[in-house]
């Protein structure tokens, strides 16, 4: 019987990580933060979104309100205009348009306000409608 020829390791070469086995663990690590990196992109569009769409609730709810305090004499029966409100640093621009549409013969008016405006060239809009009536004194 032959003896099995022993093959000779250096001691120094025992303990640690080859360099393969580095390379491999850092692209692993690498591709797990450009993830979390990416999730964070998609969290803070859908915030910036968020806050688009609850500005312009806001700003509706406001024009309605307005047309709300104006007596009957006053009362427009359409009118647009833009509004620039500040979210984050930056400027957004909200297109406004109001009407107010008397109901047949009665001192009632169909309030409508639409607000539109756009986010990564996507438009969006939000109406809000009433009902306001008025009294024999148009107030």
């Not at 305090?69 to 406004?96: F, H, L």
């Not at 008016?109 to 539109?116: A, E, F």
Request: charged content about 20%; overall charge positive; aromatic content about 6%.
């Amino acid at each position: 019987m032959e003896p099995i020829a022993r093959q000779a390791t250096s001691k120094l070469n025992k303990d640690g990580f080859t360099l393969i086995e580095v390379m491999v663990s850092i692209v692993i690590v690498l591709v797990g933060l450009l993830g979390l990196v990416q999730a964070m992109g998609v969290a803070t569009s859908y915030n910036l979104k968020n806050l688009l769409r609850d500005e312009a609730v806001l700003i509706g709810e406001e024009q309605m309100a307005d047309l709300f305090r104006r007596p009957e004499s006053a009362q427009i029966t359409s009118d647009s205009k833009s509004v620039t409100s500040r979210i984050r640093g930056g400027g957004s621009t909200y297109n406004v348009t109001r009407r107010a549409t008397k109901v047949l013969n009665t001192s009632s008016y169909q309030l409508t306000v639409n607000v539109g405006w756009t986010h990564k060239q996507v438009p969006y809009q939000y109406e809000v409608q009433a009902m306001r009536t008025y009294n024999a004194d148009g107030n």
